[in-house]
């Protein structure tokens, strides 16, 4: 069974630009979580969806924010891009009521 | 609120010898623990977990972690390294009522020396 997928790798943007980072999950699973990884914050949750709909949000501000298909697939989107939003954007899938959540190999973001 | 404590930053073993990495975690009921691996550039490798039960839980590639509640630690260990296991580890802690999201620990970088 293939794992968790995140489209692009890598991606390179500018300062007050807006991207968006895709996540596949594992065949079965429901649930997607995001998180972001930064050498200085460590890793930290940014929300999950189930079922197309976020049931829990880390602290972020309002420019992060996601969304869910129909077939589970989940995008993230963060506008007005900052310095600081580089990072290495991981997503990851359980299954329907587990706690075991599987990640992906990330998506690494540049904001120049 | 949950969360995760691994002291060590940096921890240099040889090859061959026995490894153990500390996580001590502060959660209010019983908790979901994992341990992960990231290889540079990678993603999260789950290595094990603890819901319930044995408190003594086996992994992958040799890897093994003792749940001690008295303690509240989680620490994983390896009788011998392999020079692949050069990575960087994490604790992460869940369960959280109604919230799939995991808390990590700041991680330990794994060096194997020849």
């Known amino acids: 069974k293939a794992g968790v997928t995140q489209t692009p790798r890598y991606l390179i943007k500018t300062r007050g630009q807006q991207v968006t980072l895709s996540c596949s999950p594992i065949?079965?699973?429901?649930?997607v979580s995001w998180y972001q990884q930064t050498p200085g914050q460590g890793l930290q949750f940014l929300f999950e969806?189930?079922?197309?709909?976020?049931?829990n949000k880390g602290n972020f501000p309002g420019r992060f924010s996601g969304r869910q298909f129909s077939n589970s697939r989940s995008e993230m989107n963060v506008s007005t891009l900052e310095l600081g939003d580089s990072a290495l954007y991981l997503c990851?899938?359980?299954?329907?009521?587990?706690?075991?959540?599987?990640f992906g190999p990330g998506t690494r973001l540049l904001v120049l | 609120a949950q969360s995760v404590t691994q002291p060590d930053i940096h921890i240099t073993v040889s090859e061959g010898a026995s490894l153990e990495l500390r996580c001590n975690y502060s959660?209010?009921?019983?908790?979901?623990l994992f341990w992960y691996v990231q290889s540079p550039g990678q993603g999260l490798q789950l290595l094990l977990k603890?819901?319930?039960?044995?408190?003594l839980v086996q992994g992958i590639k040799g890897f093994e972690a003792e749940f001690k509640r008295s303690q509240s630690s989680f620490n994983l260990r390896k009788p011998s390294v392999h020079w692949s296991d050069a990575a960087e580890y994490f604790c992460?802690?869940?369960?959280?009522?109604?919230?799939?999201?995991?808390?990590f620990g700041s991680g330990t970088r794994l060096q194997v020396q020849p």
């Open positions: 969806y189930f079922s197309e709909t976020q049931r």
């Open positions: 990851a899938s359980s299954l329907q009521g587990k706690e075991t959540q599987y």
């Open positions: 603890y819901f319930s039960g044995d408190t």
């Open positions: 065949s079965g699973h429901r649930s």
């Open positions: 959660y209010g009921a019983t908790p979901y």
């Open positions: 992460a802690v869940g369960g959280e009522t109604g919230r799939r999201a995991l808390t």
